[in-house]
């Protein structure tokens, strides 16, 4: 292929793909498709002659749409965004273009200090202790990752480092097997999957410590489970702290947990895949108060922060452990600069490392703090409309306090009704919604999710869950008016309040409660 016609195949890829979301709204939102559906489209061979670049493109909208998730959909509402927009996308051809390896500074110079750069202006912009910025006299720094799991999983690597060495010294006849087997490490029984995993990965028993009915770790648990392990002759090394827990957003608390860790010298690795974003706003650090304790935090802009998939950023106090944890030290890779630039090699799992930095680069320039800020707390504005809804009809309860972008919410009675209307919700493929369990509750977890949404678009979930919701009870009414003649009493219980007029009201409240919670927007 010539420049001439990769200019032409961009221009109308880049044509296709702002088609694809500005008109996004007017796909199902879920695929139709049965698993081994592509194996029917393709051909079982690679094709023998090359193919015009035009049929290839064709063929994204023919066979791979029909069964593509659509993720950016303003109708998706489950797990948690994934970042997008088009700068962030430009970003990544950007990088696509240079096509390098940032594996040390001399690999690609570029590569390494724009990630220190603007490592620290995340880290500024989120307020973030001094002490975890690469521009800090200590040995801090930020790097970003591919994901959350292996910000989690390298932390539990150095943290492993960090106490063998303490052992070590202080138990000079303990040998390194010794003492990697005694460490344990803590989390959450709320915490993501990828704690569990980091555990099994770094060979370091994880204890899921029981939540409380906020579904927050608390210090007096930790403590005791400690105090417990201790006893038995073990020695705890890392914590995992959440704050927005997948589940229900629910924040660990890290002003108990942070001294408990540090008097032990144990590592505090805080998880805010989701919630951290959301420190770009001043009025909703209060929800995360604590993280001058922690070792290192972590948090995904490519979950609610514009930036695709995959950009997740780490910070680290003291980048010594996660860098000896880490390093081999082949000759053929030392350059002389090791002291100036950081060799992000010794950072990660992976010796190959890709320009992430560049759309990280290009979202906040064109965006900047202000376009970021805008688009969070429009995204909470949205949760607060659709939370407002819920609580309007009271067919429906409120789960768990609504913080950010995450709304949980379950048909009062029982679990029964919330399973049947999430088989609905799911078969229409109108919006989609996943369920989480909350003190042995079924519930709805909506999230606030595309960059496009807007409140029309939480009307049409609004609507698409009130609808199906009536269905439900109708057919309950229908089946037990055979039996009793209770539909009267049942038909009232059911009768809906229409949106129209409504949504002017809800926003107001919504508007007054926000200026509430939040003394520091001016
Ligand atoms: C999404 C999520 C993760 C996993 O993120 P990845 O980047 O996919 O590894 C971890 N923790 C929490 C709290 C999350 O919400």
């Given at each position: 292929m010539d420049a001439k016609e990769f200019c032409e195949f961009g221009k109308a890829t880049l044509a296709y793909i702002a088609d694809y979301t500005e008109n996004?709204?007017?796909?199902?939102?879920l695929p139709s498709v049965k698993p081994g559906y592509l194996n029917e489209l393709l051909p079982r061979e690679a094709p023998i002659k090359g193919e015009s670049w035009k049929e290839v493109l064709k063929d994204v909208e023919r066979v791979i749409m029909p069964g593509v998730s659509h993720w950016n959909s303003p109708h998706f509402h489950a797990y948690f965004p994934t970042g997008n927009s088009y700068p962030a996308i430009i970003g990544e051809i950007v990088s696509a273009g240079i096509g390098c390896i940032g594996f040390s500074w001399m690999s690609s110079p570029a590569c390494t200090e724009l990630e220190v750069i603007t490592m620290n202006w995340l880290g500024k912009m989120l307020n973030l202790p001094e002490e975890f910025l690469n521009c800090s006299e200590g040995p801090g720094g930020g790097v970003i990752q591919g994901s959350a799991s292996e910000a989690t999983l390298i932390c539990l690597l150095a943290a492993k480092e960090r106490s063998t060495r303490r052992l070590k010294e202080e138990h000079p006849d303990w040998n390194d097997a010794t003492i990697k087997s005694k460490l344990v490490a803590y989390a959450s029984?709320?915490?993501?999957?990828s704690v569990e995993k980091a555990g099994l990965l770094g060979s370091m028993t994880m204890r899921l410590l029981p939540a409380d009915e906020k579904c927050r770790l608390r210090g007096s648990t930790l403590l005791e489970a400690m105090r417990k392990d201790e006893e038995a002759g073990l020695v705890p090394c890392y914590v995992v702290a959440t704050l927005g827990t997948t589940g229900t957003c629910a924040y660990d608390c890290l002003d108990e947990l942070g001294p408990i860790c540090n008097e032990n010298n144990v590592w505090l690795h805080v998880d805010a895949a989701y919630a951290g974003a959301a420190l770009a706003c001043p009025e909703f650090r209060h929800l995360m108060p604590g993280i001058k304790f922690a070792d290192s935090f972590s948090f995904n802009p490519h979950k609610w922060m514009l930036v695709n998939f995959d950009c997740s950023a780490l910070w680290v106090k003291n980048s010594r452990y996660l860098i000896d944890a880490a390093?081999?030290?082949?000759?053929?890779?030392?350059?002389?600069h090791e002291d100036k630039a950081p060799d992000y090699r010794h950072w990660q799992i992976p010796l190959g490392r890709r320009f992430r930095s560049l759309k990280l680069w290009f979202v906040m320039r064109i965006y900047g703090v202000e376009g970021i800020q805008k688009y969070i707390r429009g995204s909470v504005k949205l949760a607060r409309y659709f939370e407002n809804l819920v609580r309007y009809d009271n067919r429906f309860e409120i789960v768990a306090d609504v913080t950010l972008g995450l709304v949980c919410f379950r048909i009062k009675g029982d679990n029964s009704l919330t399973n049947e209307l999430l088989e609905r919700l799911t078969a229409r493929r109108q919006i989609y919604v996943i369920p989480a369990t909350y003190m042995g509750k079924t519930i709805v977890r909506f999230v606030v999710c595309s960059q496009n949404c807007e409140e029309k678009d939480v009307e049409f979930a609004w609507n698409e869950i009130t609808t199906q919701t009536t269905e439900i009870f109708k057919s309950q009414i229908e089946a037990s008016a055979v039996l009793e003649d209770r539909s009267i009493e049942i038909r009232t219980i059911i009768t809906e309040k229409p949106l129209e007029n409504l949504t002017d009201k809800l926003l107001d409240l919504e508007i007054t409660s926000t200026v509430k919670n939040s003394p520091t927007i001016s």
């Open positions: 996004l709204r007017d796909r199902n939102v029984d709320q915490s993501n999957s390093n081999v030290d082949r000759v053929y890779l030392a350059h002389g």
